[in-house]
């Protein structure tokens, strides 16, 4: 399938990203949402988005000017998505709503159009119910900042056909993105899953008292994080133990100790949220920077840290 025609569904945080990204590469698309407050707003941080690639030189001041126009913005569905040859849905994660959108799509989209999520919390399963089509229902779930990390999940629910896993994979490549195609249905995907089990530990650190949330952070960045954008887990237990067997037999007596010591809550209890809340409000870059701020400074690192995993995979 040639896709050229793109529509966005939803213009919040994700819906201008994916837009930005669309345009940045020279494909046309309607962005709708629910009010023309909330697309003017979405325009000018596509415009921000797309300023920041051209100080960072993966855009010229032209193509920003050009790529701007690439984009219509509409607060009907119907008309967002009636000649769109995929369109990408960032509403809200709530079931209702997904299954009011993805109704509302599926009857207005061609036959043949692709219909991806960015749905980060529900399953492809409960949302393509809502379709008459379902085959071609396909989740694309990108990671934030998604117009600069490259990586995008892909999967399916039962009812999603092979051929739009694949036109989905071969599209995300097309664009850049690096793909990872679920063979199976879980919950938070594979990236949620491991920051959600590093994010259960590194509360329980807190809430023990063993460290605080400054240093918790300052030993992620500075300890295994520092090595993590170009040594996955298993790379890392293959290299710690100088060869993957070597490492499960070695450490089996110390990860059994770790393990069993290890929290399995399956919610945050209210006394460590409360504990990080505060300490995380006290961190000096917390307290001494706006949100804006720190993500433009997030933003930076990360075209830095670009430049160096692009060489380090090399
Ligand atoms: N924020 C993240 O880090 C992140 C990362 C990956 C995926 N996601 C997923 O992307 C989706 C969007 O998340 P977000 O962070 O952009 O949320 P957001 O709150 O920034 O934006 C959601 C947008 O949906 C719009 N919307 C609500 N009802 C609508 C309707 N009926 N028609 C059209 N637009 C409607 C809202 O007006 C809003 O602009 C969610 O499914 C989320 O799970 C989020």
Redesign the pocket.
Known sequence: MDIQKIAC????????DWTTLFISKGYRVTL????EE?LEN?LSVIRSNLLFHEKNGFITPEAVEQALKRIDTTTC?ETAVGDADYIQE????DLA??H??FKAIDAAARKDAIIA??????LMTDIQKAAALPGRCVMV????P?HLIPLVEIGGGPATSPQSLDIADRFMKKLGKTTVVLKKEVPGYIVNRLQAAVLREAMDLVEKGVATAEDVDTAFCKGCGLRDPFIGPFMRAHLAGDNIERFFKNYDQSYRYRLESMETWTSFPPSAIDAVVKEVNKMPMVANKSIDELKAWRNDKLVQLLEVTREGQN
């Open positions: 569904v939803g213009a919040g945080l994700i819906g201008s709708q949402d629910i009010s909330i979405a569905l960032s509403v809200f994660d709503l997904k009011r959108v999520s960015s749905a980060s919390g529900l779930h990108p990671i934030l998604a």
